[in-house]
Protein backbone atom coordinates (compact mmCIF):
# COMPACT_ATOMS: atom_id res chain seq x y z
CA UNK A 1 0.00 0.00 0.00
CA UNK A 2 1.45 3.35 -0.86
CA UNK A 3 2.86 5.02 2.30
CA UNK A 4 1.77 8.28 0.90
CA UNK A 5 -1.44 10.17 -1.18
CA UNK A 6 -1.57 12.51 -4.75
CA UNK A 7 -1.76 15.80 -2.97
CA UNK A 8 0.91 14.84 -0.52
CA UNK A 9 3.42 13.93 -3.53
CA UNK A 10 2.12 16.72 -5.96
CA UNK A 11 3.12 18.86 -3.35
CA UNK A 12 6.56 17.56 -2.42
CA UNK A 13 7.36 18.32 -5.93
CA UNK A 14 5.64 21.60 -6.14
CA UNK A 15 7.66 22.56 -3.00
CA UNK A 16 11.08 21.28 -4.60
CA UNK A 17 9.85 23.83 -7.85
CA UNK A 18 9.26 26.43 -5.40
CA UNK A 19 13.06 26.05 -3.62
CA UNK A 20 14.72 25.65 -7.08
CA UNK A 21 13.22 29.34 -8.00
CA UNK A 22 14.18 30.71 -4.89
CA UNK A 23 17.98 28.83 -5.19
CA UNK A 24 18.25 30.44 -8.54
CA UNK A 25 17.32 33.84 -7.71
CA UNK A 26 20.64 33.46 -4.91
CA UNK A 27 23.07 31.37 -6.70
CA UNK A 28 21.89 32.32 -10.42
CA UNK A 29 22.12 28.54 -10.89
CA UNK A 30 19.15 27.26 -13.17
CA UNK A 31 20.25 23.34 -12.80
CA UNK A 32 17.67 22.43 -10.05
CA UNK A 33 15.21 24.70 -11.21
CA UNK A 34 14.86 22.51 -15.09
CA UNK A 35 15.39 19.11 -13.38
CA UNK A 36 12.38 19.93 -10.83
CA UNK A 37 9.77 21.31 -13.64
CA UNK A 38 10.70 18.76 -15.87
CA UNK A 39 10.52 16.17 -13.20
CA UNK A 40 7.02 17.63 -11.81
CA UNK A 41 5.72 17.66 -15.84
CA UNK A 42 6.75 13.93 -16.18
CA UNK A 43 5.47 12.53 -12.70
CA UNK A 44 2.99 14.22 -10.86
CA UNK A 45 1.69 16.25 -13.80
CA UNK A 46 0.78 13.35 -16.04
CA UNK A 47 -0.93 12.04 -13.49
CA UNK A 48 -3.04 14.12 -12.63
CA UNK A 49 -3.91 14.74 -15.82
CA UNK A 50 -4.71 11.07 -17.10
CA UNK A 51 -6.90 10.83 -13.54
CA UNK A 52 -9.06 13.69 -14.22
CA UNK A 53 -9.12 12.42 -17.72
CA UNK A 54 -7.35 14.89 -20.18
CA UNK A 55 -5.41 11.88 -21.16
CA UNK A 56 -5.04 8.05 -21.01
CA UNK A 57 -2.41 5.70 -19.71
CA UNK A 58 0.10 4.25 -22.33
CA UNK A 59 -1.23 0.79 -23.89
CA UNK A 60 1.26 -1.78 -25.34
CA UNK A 61 -1.85 -4.14 -26.59
CA UNK A 62 -0.65 -7.62 -26.25
CA UNK A 63 2.47 -6.73 -27.17
CA UNK A 64 4.93 -8.80 -23.75
CA UNK A 65 1.43 -9.41 -22.22
CA UNK A 66 1.83 -6.51 -19.86
CA UNK A 67 -0.87 -5.87 -17.74
CA UNK A 68 -2.51 -2.68 -18.43
CA UNK A 69 -1.64 0.35 -16.65
CA UNK A 70 -3.87 1.69 -13.09
CA UNK A 71 -3.90 4.82 -11.36
CA UNK A 72 -2.86 2.65 -8.21
CA UNK A 73 0.29 1.41 -9.71
CA UNK A 74 1.35 4.67 -11.09
CA UNK A 75 0.59 6.56 -8.03
CA UNK A 76 3.34 3.70 -6.34
CA UNK A 77 5.70 4.41 -9.52
CA UNK A 78 5.15 8.22 -8.45
CA UNK A 79 6.69 6.99 -4.98
CA UNK A 80 9.81 6.11 -6.51
CA UNK A 81 10.18 9.20 -8.08
CA UNK A 82 9.71 11.33 -6.49
CA UNK A 83 12.17 9.94 -3.90
CA UNK A 84 14.62 10.01 -6.61
CA UNK A 85 13.72 13.40 -7.31
CA UNK A 86 14.51 14.53 -3.10
CA UNK A 87 17.92 12.42 -3.13
CA UNK A 88 18.91 13.98 -6.75
CA UNK A 89 18.10 18.14 -5.25
CA UNK A 90 19.08 17.58 -1.48
CA UNK A 91 22.74 16.00 -2.59
CA UNK A 92 23.06 18.52 -5.30
CA UNK A 93 22.47 21.54 -3.00
CA UNK A 94 24.46 20.12 0.04
CA UNK A 95 27.23 19.64 -2.74
CA UNK A 96 27.00 22.83 -4.31
CA UNK A 97 29.41 25.45 -3.10
CA UNK A 98 29.94 28.39 -5.92
CA UNK A 99 27.31 30.95 -6.57
CA UNK A 100 27.69 31.42 -10.25
CA UNK A 101 28.75 34.75 -11.04
CA UNK A 102 26.95 36.84 -14.29
CA UNK A 103 28.97 37.10 -17.24
CA UNK A 104 30.23 40.23 -18.85
CA UNK A 105 30.82 38.78 -22.39
CA UNK A 106 33.50 41.19 -23.58
CA UNK A 107 35.06 39.44 -26.40
CA UNK A 108 38.57 37.57 -26.21
CA UNK A 109 39.51 39.09 -29.38
CA UNK A 110 42.63 36.44 -29.64
CA UNK A 111 40.67 33.54 -28.50
CA UNK A 112 37.76 34.37 -30.77
CA UNK A 113 39.68 35.46 -33.78
CA UNK A 114 41.00 31.86 -33.52
CA UNK A 115 37.74 30.07 -33.47
CA UNK A 116 34.80 31.70 -35.30
CA UNK A 117 36.13 30.57 -38.70
CA UNK A 118 36.75 27.35 -37.50
CA UNK A 119 33.19 27.31 -36.58
CA UNK A 120 31.70 28.56 -39.39
CA UNK A 121 33.80 26.61 -41.64
CA UNK A 122 32.65 23.15 -39.61
CA UNK A 123 29.22 24.28 -40.11
CA UNK A 124 29.10 25.05 -43.42
CA UNK A 125 30.95 21.55 -44.15
CA UNK A 126 28.88 19.25 -41.68
CA UNK A 127 25.22 20.52 -43.60
CA UNK A 128 25.85 18.74 -46.48
CA UNK A 129 27.25 15.82 -45.02
CA UNK A 130 24.24 15.02 -42.31
CA UNK A 131 22.09 15.67 -45.67
CA UNK A 132 24.08 12.69 -47.06
CA UNK A 133 23.80 10.88 -43.77
CA UNK A 134 20.15 11.06 -43.40
CA UNK A 135 19.52 9.72 -47.15
CA UNK A 136 21.84 6.90 -46.18
CA UNK A 137 20.41 5.90 -43.37
CA UNK A 138 16.99 6.03 -45.24
CA UNK A 139 18.33 4.37 -48.49
CA UNK A 140 19.40 1.13 -46.08
CA UNK A 141 15.79 0.69 -43.83
CA UNK A 142 14.25 0.87 -46.99
CA UNK A 143 16.21 -1.77 -48.24
CA UNK A 144 14.93 -3.94 -45.30
CA UNK A 145 17.83 -3.30 -42.77
CA UNK A 146 16.69 -2.95 -38.94
CA UNK A 147 17.26 0.59 -38.03
CA UNK A 148 18.71 -0.35 -34.38
CA UNK A 149 20.62 -3.47 -35.39
CA UNK A 150 21.62 -3.46 -39.46
CA UNK A 151 22.61 0.35 -39.49
CA UNK A 152 25.86 2.37 -38.14
CA UNK A 153 25.04 3.82 -35.31
CA UNK A 154 27.50 6.49 -36.03
CA UNK A 155 26.23 7.28 -39.26
CA UNK A 156 22.26 6.94 -37.76
CA UNK A 157 23.41 9.35 -34.60
CA UNK A 158 25.89 11.56 -36.89
CA UNK A 159 22.91 14.36 -37.58
CA UNK A 160 22.92 14.98 -33.92
CA UNK A 161 26.13 17.10 -34.52
CA UNK A 162 24.01 20.07 -35.31
CA UNK A 163 22.53 20.33 -31.52
CA UNK A 164 27.11 21.01 -31.28
CA UNK A 165 27.54 23.31 -33.75
CA UNK A 166 24.29 25.53 -32.79
CA UNK A 167 25.69 25.78 -29.12
CA UNK A 168 29.30 26.42 -30.69
CA UNK A 169 28.15 29.59 -32.84
CA UNK A 170 25.84 30.80 -30.45
CA UNK A 171 28.17 30.82 -27.70
CA UNK A 172 31.14 32.59 -29.83
CA UNK A 173 28.30 35.07 -31.22
CA UNK A 174 27.17 35.72 -27.16
CA UNK A 175 30.46 36.92 -26.41
CA UNK A 176 30.97 38.74 -29.55
CA UNK A 177 32.95 36.63 -32.10
CA UNK A 178 31.53 37.07 -35.23
CA UNK A 179 33.47 40.69 -36.52
CA UNK A 180 32.05 41.21 -39.59
CA UNK A 181 28.28 41.57 -41.20
CA UNK A 182 29.33 38.90 -43.75
CA UNK A 183 30.64 36.34 -40.49
CA UNK A 184 27.09 37.02 -38.94
CA UNK A 185 25.06 36.26 -41.86
CA UNK A 186 26.78 33.00 -42.21
CA UNK A 187 26.49 31.95 -38.70
CA UNK A 188 22.22 32.95 -39.79
CA UNK A 189 22.72 30.55 -42.11
CA UNK A 190 23.80 27.57 -39.93
CA UNK A 191 21.37 28.09 -37.24
CA UNK A 192 18.56 28.33 -39.97
CA UNK A 193 19.40 25.36 -41.28
CA UNK A 194 20.37 24.10 -37.86
CA UNK A 195 16.40 24.78 -37.33
CA UNK A 196 15.00 22.88 -40.12
CA UNK A 197 17.40 19.56 -39.78
CA UNK A 198 16.30 19.18 -36.06
CA UNK A 199 12.75 20.11 -36.04
CA UNK A 200 10.36 17.16 -37.01
CA UNK A 201 8.59 14.34 -35.22
CA UNK A 202 11.67 12.37 -35.07
CA UNK A 203 14.50 14.87 -33.98
CA UNK A 204 12.62 16.78 -32.08
CA UNK A 205 14.54 15.97 -29.03
CA UNK A 206 17.61 17.84 -31.43
CA UNK A 207 15.71 20.70 -31.33
CA UNK A 208 14.66 20.99 -27.67
CA UNK A 209 18.26 20.27 -26.72
CA UNK A 210 19.75 23.33 -28.69
CA UNK A 211 16.69 25.52 -27.63
CA UNK A 212 17.61 24.93 -24.33
CA UNK A 213 21.32 25.48 -24.68
CA UNK A 214 20.57 28.53 -26.61
CA UNK A 215 18.27 30.35 -23.87
CA UNK A 216 21.41 29.42 -21.22
CA UNK A 217 24.04 30.90 -23.49
CA UNK A 218 21.87 34.13 -24.18
CA UNK A 219 20.62 34.81 -20.66
CA UNK A 220 24.34 34.45 -19.21
CA UNK A 221 24.73 38.18 -18.79
CA UNK A 222 21.42 39.06 -17.48
CA UNK A 223 20.60 39.07 -13.40
CA UNK A 224 19.01 35.88 -12.17
CA UNK A 225 15.54 37.51 -11.74
CA UNK A 226 15.32 38.46 -15.90
CA UNK A 227 16.88 34.78 -16.31
CA UNK A 228 13.92 33.03 -14.18
CA UNK A 229 11.26 35.01 -16.74
CA UNK A 230 13.28 33.94 -19.84
CA UNK A 231 13.65 30.05 -18.93
CA UNK A 232 9.78 30.34 -18.16
CA UNK A 233 8.80 31.90 -21.36
CA UNK A 234 11.13 29.10 -23.14
CA UNK A 235 9.83 26.91 -20.96
CA UNK A 236 6.28 27.23 -22.46
CA UNK A 237 7.86 27.37 -25.79
CA UNK A 238 9.48 24.30 -25.43
CA UNK A 239 6.35 22.48 -24.37
CA UNK A 240 4.30 24.33 -27.57
CA UNK A 241 6.65 23.51 -30.35
CA UNK A 242 7.25 19.76 -28.76
CA UNK A 243 3.67 18.70 -28.97
CA UNK A 244 3.62 20.57 -32.52
CA UNK A 245 6.04 18.15 -33.50
CA UNK A 246 4.49 15.34 -31.73
CA UNK A 247 1.24 16.36 -33.37
CA UNK A 248 3.29 16.13 -36.65
CA UNK A 249 3.37 12.29 -37.03
CA UNK A 250 0.00 12.35 -37.93
CA UNK A 251 0.18 13.58 -41.36
CA UNK A 252 -3.23 13.95 -42.33
CA UNK A 253 -3.94 16.44 -39.44
CA UNK A 254 -2.76 19.86 -40.70
CA UNK A 255 -3.97 23.65 -40.23
CA UNK A 256 -6.11 24.16 -36.80
CA UNK A 257 -6.32 20.88 -36.32
CA UNK A 258 -3.18 20.41 -35.72
CA UNK A 259 -2.93 23.52 -33.28
CA UNK A 260 -5.69 21.93 -31.52
CA UNK A 261 -4.19 18.26 -31.30
CA UNK A 262 -0.75 19.69 -29.91
CA UNK A 263 -2.66 21.81 -27.62
CA UNK A 264 -4.72 18.75 -26.40
CA UNK A 265 -1.28 17.14 -25.99
CA UNK A 266 0.69 19.41 -23.82
CA UNK A 267 -2.23 19.50 -21.15
CA UNK A 268 -2.44 16.09 -21.11
CA UNK A 269 1.48 14.94 -21.25
CA UNK A 270 1.09 12.65 -23.81
CA UNK A 271 4.64 13.62 -24.72
CA UNK A 272 5.70 12.98 -21.33
CA UNK A 273 4.53 9.57 -20.27
CA UNK A 274 7.48 8.46 -18.65
CA UNK A 275 5.35 7.70 -15.83
CA UNK A 276 3.86 4.98 -17.79
CA UNK A 277 7.27 4.48 -18.83
CA UNK A 278 8.17 3.51 -15.24
CA UNK A 279 5.00 1.59 -13.99
CA UNK A 280 5.91 -0.84 -17.20
CA UNK A 281 8.74 -1.08 -15.93
CA UNK A 282 8.01 -2.36 -12.65
CA UNK A 283 6.71 -5.23 -14.12
CA UNK A 284 9.84 -6.24 -15.69
CA UNK A 285 12.08 -5.59 -12.71
CA UNK A 286 12.57 -7.86 -10.82
CA UNK A 287 9.91 -10.07 -11.90
CA UNK A 288 11.20 -11.05 -15.66
CA UNK A 289 14.81 -9.67 -15.30
CA UNK A 290 17.34 -9.70 -12.30
CA UNK A 291 18.25 -5.86 -11.19
CA UNK A 292 21.43 -5.30 -13.47
CA UNK A 293 23.54 -3.87 -10.56
CA UNK A 294 25.51 -1.11 -12.20
CA UNK A 295 25.43 -2.91 -15.55
CA UNK A 296 23.69 -0.71 -17.15
CA UNK A 297 26.29 1.57 -16.49
CA UNK A 298 29.12 -0.33 -17.51
CA UNK A 299 27.04 -0.69 -20.70
CA UNK A 300 28.15 3.38 -21.08
CA UNK A 301 31.71 2.08 -21.90
CA UNK A 302 30.77 -0.77 -24.53
CA UNK A 303 28.11 1.16 -26.73
CA UNK A 304 31.19 2.49 -28.57
CA UNK A 305 32.31 -0.50 -29.47
CA UNK A 306 30.80 -1.21 -33.10
CA UNK A 307 27.97 -4.26 -33.31
CA UNK A 308 30.26 -5.14 -36.62
CA UNK A 309 33.29 -6.04 -34.39
CA UNK A 310 31.56 -7.08 -32.01
CA UNK A 311 28.46 -9.24 -33.04
CA UNK A 312 27.52 -10.78 -29.51
CA UNK A 313 27.21 -7.07 -27.79
CA UNK A 314 24.61 -7.42 -25.08
CA UNK A 315 21.70 -5.23 -26.04
CA UNK A 316 20.44 -2.24 -24.15
CA UNK A 317 17.04 -1.42 -22.77
CA UNK A 318 14.68 -3.96 -20.99
CA UNK A 319 12.48 -4.26 -24.41
CA UNK A 320 16.07 -5.80 -26.42
CA UNK A 321 16.64 -8.12 -23.36
CA UNK A 322 13.43 -9.49 -23.27
CA UNK A 323 13.58 -10.41 -26.98
CA UNK A 324 10.67 -8.15 -27.91
CA UNK A 325 12.04 -6.38 -30.76
CA UNK A 326 15.03 -7.37 -31.88
CA UNK A 327 15.19 -7.67 -35.65
CA UNK A 328 11.53 -6.66 -35.67
CA UNK A 329 10.73 -3.59 -37.96
CA UNK A 330 12.84 -0.54 -38.42
CA UNK A 331 13.38 0.27 -34.82
CA UNK A 332 13.24 -0.84 -31.48
CA UNK A 333 10.62 0.06 -28.69
CA UNK A 334 9.85 0.99 -25.20
CA UNK A 335 8.36 3.79 -22.93
CA UNK A 336 10.91 6.09 -21.44
CA UNK A 337 10.90 5.66 -17.29
CA UNK A 338 12.56 8.74 -16.63
CA UNK A 339 15.99 8.59 -14.94
CA UNK A 340 14.99 7.10 -11.98
CA UNK A 341 13.57 4.02 -13.77
CA UNK A 342 16.70 3.54 -14.99
CA UNK A 343 18.23 3.40 -11.52
CA UNK A 344 15.35 1.09 -10.65
CA UNK A 345 16.13 -1.36 -12.39
CA UNK A 346 19.90 -1.14 -10.85
CA UNK A 347 18.86 -1.83 -7.95
CA UNK A 348 15.01 -1.07 -6.88
CA UNK A 349 14.86 1.49 -4.59
CA UNK A 350 18.14 1.09 -2.81
CA UNK A 351 19.56 1.72 -6.55
CA UNK A 352 17.00 5.04 -6.90
CA UNK A 353 18.70 6.53 -3.71
CA UNK A 354 22.57 5.62 -4.37
CA UNK A 355 22.66 6.96 -8.13
CA UNK A 356 20.73 9.67 -7.44
CA UNK A 357 22.72 10.89 -4.70
CA UNK A 358 25.89 10.09 -6.94
CA UNK A 359 24.72 11.77 -9.87
CA UNK A 360 23.80 14.75 -7.47
CA UNK A 361 27.36 14.95 -6.44
CA UNK A 362 28.55 15.03 -10.09
CA UNK A 363 26.44 17.30 -11.30
CA UNK A 364 27.19 20.03 -8.53
CA UNK A 365 30.96 19.45 -8.94
CA UNK A 366 30.38 20.21 -12.39
CA UNK A 367 28.56 23.55 -11.84
CA UNK A 368 31.16 24.16 -9.50
CA UNK A 369 33.78 23.87 -11.65
CA UNK A 370 32.21 26.65 -14.18
CA UNK A 371 32.29 29.29 -11.32
CA UNK A 372 36.25 28.55 -11.31
CA UNK A 373 36.96 28.56 -15.14
CA UNK A 374 37.26 31.02 -18.26
CA UNK A 375 33.87 33.10 -18.60
CA UNK A 376 33.74 31.73 -22.19
CA UNK A 377 34.37 27.87 -21.03
CA UNK A 378 31.80 27.98 -18.23
CA UNK A 379 28.91 29.31 -20.16
CA UNK A 380 29.54 26.63 -23.11
CA UNK A 381 29.58 23.81 -20.19
CA UNK A 382 26.11 25.32 -18.54
CA UNK A 383 24.67 24.96 -21.93
CA UNK A 384 25.88 21.82 -22.75
CA UNK A 385 24.53 20.54 -19.05
CA UNK A 386 21.01 21.96 -19.01
CA UNK A 387 20.93 20.95 -22.87
CA UNK A 388 21.83 16.94 -21.76
CA UNK A 389 19.25 17.23 -18.69
CA UNK A 390 16.52 16.67 -20.87
CA UNK A 391 17.50 13.24 -22.36
CA UNK A 392 19.00 12.42 -18.91
CA UNK A 393 15.96 12.81 -17.25
CA UNK A 394 13.89 11.20 -20.03
CA UNK A 395 15.87 8.13 -19.36
CA UNK A 396 15.18 4.88 -20.93
CA UNK A 397 18.58 3.33 -21.84
CA UNK A 398 22.02 5.07 -20.56
CA UNK A 399 24.11 3.99 -22.68
CA UNK A 400 22.10 5.08 -25.42
CA UNK A 401 21.41 8.92 -23.68
CA UNK A 402 25.31 9.15 -23.34
CA UNK A 403 25.48 7.92 -26.94
CA UNK A 404 23.83 11.26 -27.47
CA UNK A 405 25.54 13.45 -25.47
CA UNK A 406 29.01 12.56 -27.11
CA UNK A 407 27.45 12.29 -30.39
CA UNK A 408 25.27 16.09 -30.21
CA UNK A 409 28.42 17.89 -28.69
CA UNK A 410 31.84 16.08 -29.54
CA UNK A 411 32.95 19.47 -31.28
CA UNK A 412 32.31 21.40 -27.81
CA UNK A 413 34.41 18.81 -25.79
CA UNK A 414 36.74 18.86 -28.48
CA UNK A 415 37.38 22.74 -28.39
CA UNK A 416 37.16 22.32 -24.09
CA UNK A 417 40.02 19.98 -24.00
CA UNK A 418 42.30 21.38 -26.95
CA UNK A 419 42.07 24.84 -24.87
CA UNK A 420 41.26 23.28 -21.47
CA UNK A 421 44.97 25.27 -19.98
CA UNK A 422 43.99 28.19 -21.67
CA UNK A 423 40.07 28.00 -19.99
CA UNK A 424 41.92 27.01 -17.08
CA UNK A 425 44.05 29.84 -15.93
CA UNK A 426 43.14 32.90 -18.86
CA UNK A 427 40.37 34.14 -16.66
CA UNK A 428 43.07 34.82 -14.08
CA UNK A 429 45.04 36.16 -15.39
CA UNK A 430 46.28 40.10 -15.55
CA UNK A 431 44.82 41.82 -17.90
CA UNK A 432 42.34 39.34 -19.21
CA UNK A 433 39.66 41.28 -21.50
CA UNK A 434 36.95 38.76 -19.81
CA UNK A 435 35.31 40.41 -16.83
CA UNK A 436 33.04 38.62 -14.18
CA UNK A 437 30.60 40.80 -12.58
CA UNK A 438 29.69 40.22 -9.17
CA UNK A 439 26.45 38.47 -8.75
CA UNK A 440 25.89 40.37 -5.63
CA UNK A 441 26.28 43.81 -7.29
CA UNK A 442 23.46 42.77 -9.91
CA UNK A 443 21.13 41.27 -7.73
Known amino acids: MPLFDFPELACTQIALILFSGIWMLRRNDEVPL ?5 LFYVSSYRYWAVTNGLGSWVTLGKLGNFEPITSEAALVALHYIVLGHICLITTYVLCHKQTLPIIEPIGDRFLLAWLYPKAIRFGLFC ?52 PSQQSKIMAFLILAGVSYYTYSPYTRFQFLGWLIASSIILSSSYRSRTRLIIFSLVAILSIGVFAVAGAMR ?21 DANMLDGFVILQQVYPKRLDYSLGMDHLEILMRPIPRAWWPEKPVGGYMNKLGLTINKGAGTLGISPTLFGDFYGEGGAIGIIFFSVAYGMILANIVNCCARIHPFASVLIRAILCACLIPLLRGG ?5 FAWFGMAFWPCFLLL ?14 GNPYLYTSFEQQK
Not at 34 to 38: E, N, P, Q, R, T
Not at 130 to 155: E, P
Not at 397 to 401: A, F, K, S, T, V
Not at 417 to 430: L, P
Open 250 to 270: NTEVTGDALNQAALERSFSAE
Open 34 to 38: IISSF
Open 417 to 430: WMKRKYFRWNSFSI
Open 397 to 401: DLPGI
Open 127 to 178: LPLILIARNQVTAQVASGKSLAFGVSSYLYLFPMVLVGIATLILCVWKFGGF
